[in-house]
């Protein structure tokens, strides 16, 4: 091999290890988006199971099954995030709101994930934004005895 092929070569690699860590820096950042993703679709659903279970006590006297009391729903989804330690930041509240039947409730969360290594890379964002949306809905009780 000739001195100016090996001089080519030499040129060449530091293009390459600038490649490959740009492509390790997305590779770690998607990583850590799916992982936040998870997370948050762990603890958004069992908020909103729990939040399925908040039923209203009057509703149920007037005879309507599975009455889900909003308020009481939306309380205890707020505190069954704040106790996770969601990953990322709250991109406005949790939204919480009766499901299509009379014994779910859809509860949303928005949060901003933000970039490990991918605030280095020219013309990638900071962060991304990361929505769950979920249905709880309330368990059947268990056959009598």
């Known amino acids: 091999m000739r001195a100016s092929e090996r001089a080519g070569t030499l040129l060449l690699f530091p293009a390459a290890v600038l490649v490959l860590m740009v492509l390790g820096a997305i590779a770690v950042d998607l990583g850590m988006l799916s992982g936040a993703r998870r997370d948050l679709i762990r603890s958004v659903g069992a908020a909103a199971d729990d939040a399925a279970a908040r039923l209203s006590i009057d509703r149920l006297r007037a005879g309507e099954l599975g009455a889900i009391d909003l308020q009481e729903a939306h309380h205890q989804v707020l505190a069954d995030l704040a106790l996770d330690g ?26 901003r994930i933000p970039h490990v ?22 368990a059947d009780p268990p056959p009598a005895p």
Request: glycine share 12%; aromatic share 2%.
């Open 86 to 111: 969601l990953p990322g930041a709250a991109v406005g509240a949790p939204r919480v709101a009766l499901g299509p039947d009379a014994d779910t409730i859809e509860v949303e969360v928005t949060r």
């Open 117 to 138: 290594f991918g605030r280095a890379v020219p013309g990638l964002p900071e962060d991304e934004l990361v929505t769950v949306r979920l249905t709880g809905r309330l």
